[in-house]
Every structure is written in structure tokens, then in C-alpha cells.
């Protein structure tokens, strides 16, 4: 079973307010990764991190953004959070950079702003 | 640049039905494949993975083979089981590529 969490589980909040969702794995893992999941169930890569101090944003741009400053945590922040931000996110990481490496996900924040 | 096409769910069977979700890919270079599940409420698991053509990943009942010619890794079971209800996702990953690439997701209901 993979050791990575996310808190929240789940988030109502109100238009204009700032959000952390907060990510932490125990694997050791250098790599992490949000994404953002449609009610349709497709998977949409927004930010993703080789290690300490290295962010990256994916295909989706997206407004939130992504710290790194411990290997085992990767809180992704929205300053002002709309309903257009309606949505789940999934956090995952991975051992290392090679392409048989296996993503181990988070169970998932399922956000709504009113 | 790298893609994934999967079958368009949604998918219903009955228990013991034989399951077929196709999967087919374009990429550069030789990408490992995989196939996830996510159960309700839940994130999504690897369920079986193959690094090499011929291949074939296996896991709880579940198998699929990688087959460069036709650049496809389609998910088979013998007997679904309404345990297997979940939304199955097909995925690679080539070297260097940096992240991993997803397909749009199948979702599986099997009825008793």
C-alpha cells in the first residue's frame, strides 16, 4: 500500500478565499505530481517536481500554484479560489526517472467552492 | 509527441463476463505501459505494467500484453467480479519523457 496522503479529503469553501491542499509521502520518493480530475474521470497533469526546489507546470495550465521545500511534502496553494477550481486533485509520486517507474497516488481532495 | 486512445466507456457487464478495454498508443522512443485502476472514492493504483514488447503484465485475474506492431496494450479478464467496478486508466511513460502519459479513463460497472 502506498504511504502518501492528502488532507483534505474534502473542501467546501466560499469564492475568494486562499486554499492549501496539502500532500505528503514517505516513500522517499524525488518526484511528486498534481493533477486535476474532470467529473468525466479524465486526468489533467497541472504542476509536477523532480525533487527539492524544482517545480514545473504540466500541460493544463492552472492558476494554483506549488512549493517544494522537503522532499516528502508538495502543498499546492490557490490564491483565490473560484468555482471554476471545482474539482479533484490527485497527488502521486514516484522513485525516480526511468520508464518503467510506477506512480503511487494519494487518495484525492475533492474541492467545491461556492 | 506522446498519446493514449482508450475505449470509450461507459462499459456494463455481468459478473462473469469476459472484459476486453482496448488501448492503443503513440510515442516516441520505447515507453513502458501501464494500466491503473481507481476505485470509487479512492486514487488510482497500478494494476499491471509491461517494460518490453511481448510482454505481458498480470495481476489479480487481470492481463494485458504489449504488442509494438500494432501499438496496443488492451486489458483483458476472463470473469469480472462486481469487485471490479472502477474506472481503468491506460498509461505510458517513455525515458526522458519527464511525466507520464494518460489515457482518458474507461469506467466499468458489473452488474450481478
Known amino acids: 500500500e502506498a504511504d502518501i496522503y492528502q488532507t483534505p479529503r474534502y473542501l467546501v469553501i466560499g469564492t475568494g478565499k486562499k486554499i492549501t491542499l496539502e500532500c505528503s509521502q514517505t516513500?522517499?520518493?524525488?518526484?511528486m505530481y498534481w493533477y486535476q480530475q474532470d467529473p468525466g474521470m479524465e486526468l489533467h497533469l497541472i504542476h509536477y517536481?523532480?525533487?527539492?526546489?524544482?517545480?514545473e507546470k504540466g500541460d493544463l495550465s492552472s492558476e494554483s500554484t506549488v512549493s517544494r521545500i522537503r522532499t516528502e511534502h508538495f502543498p499546492l496553494t490557490l490564491e483565490s479560489a473560484r468555482p471554476s477550481h471545482t474539482s479533484q486533485y490527485l497527488c502521486?509520486?514516484?522513485?525516480?526517472?526511468?520508464?518503467?517507474?510506477?506512480?503511487?497516488f494519494g487518495p484525492g481532495t475533492r474541492l467545491l467552492v461556492l | 509527441g506522446n498519446s493514449v486512445t482508450q475505449m470509450e466507456g461507459p462499459v456494463t457487464l455481468s459478473e462473469e463476463a469476459f472484459l476486453t478495454i482496448n488501448c492503443t498508443y503513440t510515442a516516441t522512443g520505447y515507453p513502458s505501459l501501464f494500466w491503473y485502476v481507481q476505485y470509487p472514492g479512492e486514487g488510482l493504483q497500478l494494476l499491471l505494467k509491461?517494460?518490453?514488447?511481448?510482454d505481458k503484465g498480470s495481476n489479480k485475474g487481470f492481463e494485458a500484453t504489449y504488442r509494438k506492431e500494432t501499438t496496443s496494450f488492451h486489458l483483458e479478464k476472463g470473469s469480472v467480479q462486481v469487485s471490479d467496478s472502477a474506472v481503468y486508466f491506460c498509461?505510458?511513460?517513455?525515458?526522458?519523457?519527464?511525466?507520464?502519459?494518460f489515457g482518458d479513463g474507461t469506467t466499468l460497472t458489473v452488474k450481478p
Open positions: 498509461a505510458l511513460r517513455s525515458a526522458n519523457a519527464g511525466k507520464s502519459t
Open positions: 509491461a517494460t518490453k514488447a511481448d
Open positions: 516513500m522517499g520518493h524525488d518526484k
Open positions: 502521486a509520486s514516484s522513485a525516480r526517472d526511468s520508464r518503467a517507474e510506477t506512480q503511487y
Open positions: 517536481s523532480y525533487g527539492v526546489n524544482s517545480t
